[in-house]
T-cell receptor
Framework: GESVGLHLPTLSVQEGDNSIINCAYSNSASDYFIWYKQESGKGPQFIIDIRSNMDKRQGQRVTVLLNKTVKHLSLQIAATQPGDSAVYFCAEDSGGSNYKLTFGKGTLLTVNP | ETGVTQTPRHLVMGMTNKKSLKCEQH?????MYWYKQSAKKPLELMFV???????ENNSVPSRFSPECPNSSHLFLHLHTLQPEDSALYLC????????????FGPGTRLTVT
């Protein structure tokens, strides 16, 4: 079946380094993607999104890259800070009228001071 | 704060109890969702409501009963739950007809004893 998955379940980086979190998706009909951040004890927090007609979108310290050819999505965090430590999920929307998002399992990012 | 609130934040109930989870969104959205988040699993969509009408029931057991009295409020009524139903229950909302940018509440941590 169609699924969204993450290449790495855990990622540990040093404070100040750049982080890259990857996501593979298999539904070629997906036209909208979101990255969420979930801190311990909290609900997922919207970080950044991208539509399928784009291949790059930048936010504040975050960049999302979309490669439709290989069905790959990545989240880049610049100058990673301890407050960035969390689980990061990608989600895809394959369209339709049911408003469903399909979520990956998540990558745990740990930032070492 | 995401504009989506959930109560209670923590709930412990026995298998014979009846309880309800409440969600309220202050974002003016018209679509609301219930998700189940278990350890080491992706977010599982349970129910979708669009303009107060249920548009998705993702094969959820009947011991979970949703109610959406208006576009701002969503309830999940629980009865005769099983220990495996212990999880974090997340509510989300979005603006139907627009990009499926879903905003989540903090969740209710449910423990079934």
């Amino acid at each position: 079946g169609e699924s969204v998955g993450l290449h790495l379940p855990t990622l540990s980086v040093q404070e100040g380094d750049n982080s890259i979190i990857n996501c593979a998706y298999s539904n070629s009909a997906s036209d909208y993607f979101i990255w969420y951040k979930q801190e311990s004890g909290k609900g997922p927090q919207f970080i950044i999104d991208i539509r399928s007609n784009m291949d790059k979108r930048q936010g504040q310290r975050v960049t999302v890259l979309l490669n439709k050819t290989v069905k790959h999505l990545s989240l880049q965090i610049a100058a990673t800070q301890p407050g960035d430590s969390a689980v990061y999920f990608c989600a895809e929307d394959s369209g339709g009228s049911n408003y469903k998002l399909t979520f990956g399992k998540g990558t745990l990012l740990t930032v070492n001071p | 704060e995401t504009g989506v609130t959930q109560t209670p934040r923590h709930l412990v109930m026995g298998m014979t109890n009846k309880k309800s989870l409440k969600c309220e969104q202050h974002l003016g959205h018209n679509a609301m969702y219930w998700y189940k988040q278990s350890a080491k699993k992706p977010l599982e969509l349970m129910f979708v409501y669009n303009f107060k009408e249920q548009t998705e029931n993702n094969s959820v057991p009947s011991r979970f009963s949703p109610e959406c009295p208006n576009s701002s409020h969503l309830f999940l009524h629980l009865h005769t739950l099983q220990p495996e139903d212990s999880a974090l229950y997340l509510c989300a909302s979005s603006q139907a007809g627009s990009l499926n940018e879903q905003y989540f509440g903090p969740g209710t941590r449910l423990t079934v004893t």
